[in-house]
């Protein structure tokens, strides 16, 4: 079992770029694949979650010609030729790995086509709840079916039918459902309209755009005509703010630290977590590039200061979702509570995350209070250094080793092969947080291999 020892560090001064974003990389190899004519795609993540993805689309006859890679990961540059929406029935099932994002949007993207798929994830997947989009897609017409030991779970099996549009009301502010649906309605003969609790993250609405799909988004309605062909594009994948959002709490949280992060994307939908550190207190510059493929980036600088606890509003939850468990830790070193409420979806994630953040921050001595929905966290003791489990999931993992870097002595966390889901490179960038600085030639960590 691979592990993060992790020692205190008292300042640093770090410029890094982060690898490229999860959610868009997955959506780039489905719609690529989707599309009419060959798509180069730059920035992806070769992260498991994403290669699984990518493999899937392979498995269905999409031709993809890798120009760059990171060793001992996955592509981070392809060629993708698409096939104008006509998918072939891969030879055996598809393993979704540990993606809910996966496996989600794969099954709205195979309801529409002629050939059996089935679907297929590791222990935690094969728990997290189907229902939800087995509910809107069977609604839909889909002949789509459960086959995992308890309801409603995976593996899935889908099988040709006609889909019909659908007017259809999220029950949770879910970007994986919506898209699911909106992935569906591609096919079906009229217009799918997804009405959404709240702004969820809208990166299938903007690729889609990007490809030349019309959609049209109106406060919380997105709908789109079925039969609408992608056309191919170049698209570029900007950095994760969920992966940047570990340095961006590290720096906030020390006063006297400084952190540029390069090229991250910097969509409204995904940017709470920085609006929740700067209340905190800490200072946020944001230096936006012109936005050329419908996803606004550019480059990050952050400032630490003594936090304060702050009030998470429930608008925000849906756009800081993943940063949860690493914003409980600014919490723990923040003076004052921290409310975090309105967040029941963090159960049903890769772990239940309420229980896995509040376990690790209790083993370093973290003042926090669970709900069914949430947690509260009086902060501002010291953390103690302890040894914690990653339970497997890779949120977690990192988000204590970023408290490791605050502890009263060193921290190990077990169990961190989890990571790869999400973050290739993860642990050169820890190691050179506590350097307290990063060479200008760890910039290009997310297309080259580690060199340290
Ligand atoms: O659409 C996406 O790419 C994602 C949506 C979120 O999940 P939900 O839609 O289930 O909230 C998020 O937690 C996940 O990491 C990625
Ligand atoms: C919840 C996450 O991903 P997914 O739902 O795709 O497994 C995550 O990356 O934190």
Request: negative net charge; charged residues 20%.
């Amino acid at each position: 079992m691979s592990r993060f020892e992790v020692t205190p560090v008292e300042t640093f001064d770090v410029t890094l770029e982060v690898p490229g974003d999860k959610s868009m990389s997955h959506r780039a190899a489905m719609i690529a694949g989707l599309a009419t004519g060959t798509s180069t795609i730059t920035g992806f993540l070769p992260s498991e979650d994403c290669v699984n993805t990518l493999q899937a689309m392979k498995a269905c006859g999409v031709r993809c010609e890798v120009l760059e890679e990171l060793p001992g990961f996955g592509p981070v540059a392809m060629r993708i030729e698409g096939r104008s929406m006509h998918l072939t029935a891969p030879s055996g099932s598809i393993d979704c790995g540990n993606s809910g994002t996966g496996m989600r949007l794969l099954a709205g993207l195979f309801a529409g086509q002629d050939f059996i798929t089935e679907l297929f994830g590791d222990e935690s997947l094969s728990s997290r709840p189907m229902g939800r989009i087995i509910q809107p897609l069977a609604a839909m017409g889909c002949r789509i079916e459960a086959l995992g030991e308890k309801e409603g779970s995976a593996p899935l099996r889908i099988s040709p039918a006609e889909i019909q549009p659908i007017r259809y009301e999220l029950p949770m502010a879910s970007a994986q459902v919506k898209s699911a649906v909106l992935l569906a309605g591609m096919t079906a003969a009229g217009t799918t309209e997804v009405i959404q609790p709240a702004v969820t993250r809208d990166h299938t609405e903007r690729m889609l755009e990007a490809f030349g799909v019309k959609v049209v988004t109106e406060g919380l309605h997105v709908s789109l005509a079925g039969g609408q062909v992608p056309q191919a594009r170049d698209f570029h994948v900007p950095g994760d703010i969920s992966s940047a959002a570990f340095w961006i709490v590290a720096a906030a949280a020390r006063p006297g630290a400084r952190l540029v992060v390069k090229r991250v994307g910097l969509n409204p939908t995904r940017t709470a977590i920085l609006d929740a550190i700067e209340r905190m207190g800490a200072t946020v510059i944001r230096r936006p590039v012109e936005d050329v493929q419908g996803e606004p980036f550019g480059d990050l600088e952050i400032h630490g200061a003594p936090l304060k606890g702050t009030d998470l509003l429930p608008e925000e939850i849906p756009n800081l979702i993943d940063e949860i468990p690493v914003l409980a830790v600014a919490a723990a070193l923040a003076e004052g509570t921290t409310r975090i409420r309105n967040a029941r979806e963090l159960r049903v994630k890769e772990t239940d995350r309420v229980a896995t953040t509040v376990e690790n921050l209790r083993a370093m001595g973290g003042q926090v209070e669970e709900f069914e929905d949430g947690m509260e966290i009086t902060g501002g003791a010291p953390l103690r250094g302890a040894e914690m489990k990653s339970y497997g999931d890779h949120r977690i993992a990192m988000a204590f080793a970023v408290a490791g870097l605050f502890a009263d002595g060193p921290s190990t966390i077990l169990g961190t092969e989890c990571v790869r889901t999400s973050y290739p490179g993860f642990d050169h960038h820890l190691a050179a947080v506590c350097r307290g600085a990063v060479a200008e030639s760890d910039y290009q960590l997310p297309t080259r291999a580690p060199n340290a």
